[in-house]
């Protein structure tokens, strides 16, 4: 709660199993997934949700590798395709995308997913572009 008082900054999340690399993440247009997700999150063993809320945010997607474009996705195929070749050159094992169940949710690691993006932002900075956010649509649980 100290957030909706000023008293805390967004922290971010720099995980190796963050599919969208490191960043604050929010559900776009989804007030009801933010809200379960708080939910289930309380239920983790190593959750800090003490008292579930939604926040909302205007955000400004600056510079956005937004990953519902098709020059965006052709451009993290061809991130993921020279991650790999820079990997097996260097005999490194290419990260992989797994799953572990907790209380009643699927929560995948997808280090896989958020090498390939980090190593995207790399490419991009070599350019001398900078992305200032991710943009991307979420598929998750079974299928309906």
């Known amino acids: ?22 960043g ?13 997700y708080a939910l289930e999150d309380m239920k983790r063993p190593k959750t800090k949700i003490k008292e579930p ?13 937004d ?27 290419i990260p992989i995308n797994s799953g572990f169940d907790t209380v009643d949710f699927d929560f995948k690691r997808r280090e896989l997913d958020c090498a390939v993006i980090r190593h995207a932002h790399a490419i991009a900075l070599k350019e001398g572009l900078k992305f200032d956010s991710v943009r991307a649509a979420f598929m998750e649980g079974n299928a309906i």
């Not at 604050?24 to 379960?36: D, G, L, M, Y």
């Open 67 to 93: 990953l519902l474009d098709q020059k965006h996705i052709d451009f993290v195929k061809f991130a993921h395709s020279e991650m790999v070749k820079s990997l097996d050159t260097n005999n490194k094992p």
């Open 53 to 65: 809320f939604v926040l909302g945010a205007v955000i400004e997607l600056g510079n956005c590798l």
């Open 1 to 22: 709660m100290s957030i909706l008082n000023y008293q805390d900054n967004f922290r971010l999340s720099n995980n190796i199993y963050d599919w969208l690399g490191d």
């Open 24 to 36: 604050v993440n929010f559900w776009e247009n989804n007030h009801e997934r933010a809200k379960k």
